[in-house]
């Protein structure tokens, strides 16, 4: 009997295997996705006649979709398996593709953003899950190190990729509005096929009752810890956001550098920088993880500010570099507090809190930023941005210091 199910068993580690690259380059798909439009806002402004207020309200109906799904359908790949969420994300995904192709005025882009959220929203979750569960049967004695960093590149990665090859897309190829789109349109479809041959890891159907919104849960033990690490993520999906809704927008015109490829590699850079502090992250101990991030996270905003202040390119794209850094460390950081400080049947509703309270920090602040470049130059909206962090960075410092205090 031991000689016959030998191979079965290698086949089915090889096949979970293969399995755990399949979705991480699906993942990295669609969250590349999500930023195709940012590059390609300036020329959305410039065809349009696109506000950067009107920017940031596009980019704040995607975060609200990503919401809406986090709270709705999250969790729900925990009951009917992993690949019945992650196709029909894709589907929104490819829906939200071909509006901007075939509808590319204003309320189409709307619509499509928000099909955008939605869809990432769903894969998040269900695919971080699904990549664990892979990782865990084809190295069933290993450690989480794999997981943990491909995860993070597939994710952080992902999005930077998304500004880099839309940039470059635009820059390079005729139809800068629609080339991108047909380009993820494929990979999308062929995600989807990935997606379809890759083994299940949820044995069977585990239907609740009563189906339930994903619930929000303070972590009572240690509520001053769990405000610091909601406050880490909001400022990280802030500095995100700033990225990849006006960054573009103001290297175009008020730094004068209108190159639609750099626009895709300002906001690459962010995320490149956030993805590598986050693999780097377990050479560091945990408690000084927070430390090094508001540290980073400091220094990067201020290297930004006076980027900004003197129009110089180079120290914003450096400022930039370093505050996705620290932004990237400080997210890690504020998911593993939580997860570490929550009781293990709470840790989701946990989790939940913490993604609710980041993505708020995605579009609360950009949409503040948004209106003030109605009353204000966009230099001074966008160093009053920077002064806001900077207050949270520091109120971070201190009640995490105070924590600590027996």
Do not use: C
């Amino acid at each position: 009997m031991s000689v016959s199910t030998a191979p079965r068993t290698e086949i089915a580690s090889a096949r979970h295997g293969a399995g755990f690259w399949l979705i991480a380059a699906t993942f990295a798909i669609a969250m590349a996705f999500s930023t195709v439009p940012a590059p390609l806002y300036p020329i959305y402004q410039r065809q349009d006649g696109f506000t950067s207020f009107t920017v940031t309200i596009i980019f704040a109906v995607y975060a609200v979709g990503v919401v809406t799904s986090l709270l709705l359908a999250g969790h729900v790949s925990d009951w009917i398996g992993r690949k019945r969420v992650l196709l029909p994300a894709l589907g929104l995904e490819a829906i939200a593709a071909l509006l901007f192709l075939f509808w590319p005025t204003l309320p189409g882009l709307l619509l499509a953003r928000l099909f955008t959220g939605l869809g990432v929203g769903m894969i998040t979750a269900t695919a971080t899950a699904y990549l664990l569960e892979l990782h865990a049967a084809h190295r069933p004695h290993a450690g989480r190190g794999r997981f943990e960093l491909v995860s993070a590149a597939a994710n952080l990665g992902g999005l930077g990729a998304g500004t880099l090859v839309a940039g470059a897309l635009a820059q390079f190829v005729t139809a800068p509005l629609r080339t991108p789109y047909l380009v993820f349109l494929v990979l999308l479809a062929l995600s989807a096929v990935a997606v379809a041959a890759v083994p299940e890891t949820v044995a069977a159907p585990n239907l609740p009752a009563r189906y339930r919104p994903q619930r929000i849960r303070v972590a009572a033990d240690d509520r001053l810890g769990y405000a610091t690490a909601t406050a880490g993520g909001f400022v990280a999906l802030a500095v995100f956001g700033l990225f990849t809704s006006l960054a573009p927008s103001f290297v175009a015109g008020a730094l004068h550098h209108p190159g639609r490829l750099l626009a895709g590699v300002v906001a690459f850079l962010v995320f490149a920088a956030g993805a590598t502090a986050q693999a780097l992250a377990g050479w560091l101990p945990p408690g000084r993880r927070l430390s090094t991030a508001l540290i980073a996270e400091t220094t990067g905003l201020l290297v930004l500010a006076t980027g900004m202040s003197t129009a110089s390119l180079a120290l914003f794209l450096i400022g930039g570099a370093i505050a996705g850094g620290g932004a990237g460390l400080l997210f890690k950081s504020a998911v593993g507090a939580v997860s570490g400080m929550a009781a293990p049947q709470w840790r989701g509703e946990a989790l939940a809190g913490l993604f609710l309270i980041a993505y708020l920090g995605l579009v609360g602040p950009v949409l503040g930023l948004g209106i003030a470049t109605r009353y204000v130059a966009a230099t001074t909206a966008m160093l009053w941005f920077v002064g806001a962090l900077l207050t949270v960075v520091a109120g971070i410092g201190l009640t995490a210091r105070a924590n600590r205090r027996p």
